[in-house]
Nanobody, 120 residues
Framework: QVQLVESGGGLVQPGGSLRLSCVASGKIFSINDMGWYRQAPGKERELVAAIGSDETANYADSVKGRFTISRNNAKDTVYLQMNSLKPEDSAVYYC??????????????WGQGTQVTVSS
């Protein structure tokens, strides 16, 4: 089995910064795409940022220029640096990873989520 564990959420004032981390563990042969999603109350889960195994990244328009996604393949970890945070960034942030447990298969896994609240 594969587990994704997020950390780094919390309460921050508008304009502040947070750095989220997500570590994958378990039976891992390789990790392909990794990404961060978020879900605010009453809204659907949305993609925030994603990064491929070649470290090509893409972002939602709402976070471009403020958020940066990165990964450390040696540590099976993905990060999300969030700067210039706004109240509308408040949500539960989920990590997602496409993990190959063997050379023959791969599945998408989700973390349990970490709360980010931007408020004065």
């Amino acid at each position: 089995q594969v587990q994704l564990v997020e950390s780094g959420g919390g309460l921050v004032q508008p304009g502040g910064s947070l750095r989220l981390s997500c570590v994958a563990s378990g039976k891992i042969f390789s990790i392909n795409d990794m990404g961060w999603y978020r879900q605010a109350p009453g809204k659907e889960r949305e993609l925030v940022a994603a990064i491929g195994s070649d470290e090509t990244a893409n972002y939602a328009d709402s976070v471009k220029g403020r958020f940066t996604i990165s990964r450390n393949n040696a540590k099976d970890t993905v990060y999300l640096q969030m700067n210039s945070l706004k109240p509308e960034d408040s949500a539960v942030y989920y990590c997602n990873a496409q993990v190959a447990r063997t050379v023959f298969d791969s599945y998408h896994y989700w973390g349990q989520g970490t709360q980010v609240t931007v408020s004065s």
